[in-house]
């Protein structure tokens, strides 16, 4: 089990960009694939982008956010990021991150297979 805490969220107008990180301990980003999600009001949660923990396995892109997010990660401070960029009114939500083994699991869309979670970091895009 390892422990995720997500920070820089905060408010930006349509075309700006934010970096969000996802500090995680108990455990090192080699051993685990690292997704970032998004909950919009009133949505279910939904998949945006996976890095796994070897660079050999396959990673995941939603296609709503193709071109404009990011996802990398900093072995050394055992953090992962998320950045994002020409953001629009529509990715206003919590971003979550989260941790699943890379040694039972790819990359995926599924939450379930993503055991720990952060508490989320709100983003909200508007004018």
């Known amino acids: 089990q390892v422990q995720l805490v997500e920070s820089g969220g905060g408010s930006v107008q349509p075309g700006g960009s934010l970096r969000l990180s996802c500090q995680v301990s108990g455990g090192t980003l080699d051993r685990y694939n690292i997704g970032w999600f998004r909950q919009a009001p009133g949505k279910e949660r939904e998949a945006l982008l996976c890095i796994p923990g070897s660079p050999e396995d396959r990673s995941y892109e939603n296609d709503s956010v193709k071109g404009r997010f990011t996802i990398s990660k900093d072995i050394a401070r055992n953090t992962a990021y998320l950045q994002m960029d020409n953001l629009k009114p529509e990715d206003t939500g919590v971003y979550f991150c989260?941790?699943?083994?890379?040694?039972?699991?790819?990359?995926?869309?599924?939450?379930?297979?993503?055991?720990?979670w952060g508490q989320g970091t709100q983003v909200t895009v508007s004018v």
């Open positions: 989260a941790a699943a083994v890379s040694a039972a699991y790819h990359c995926s869309a599924v939450p379930s297979i993503y055991a720990d």
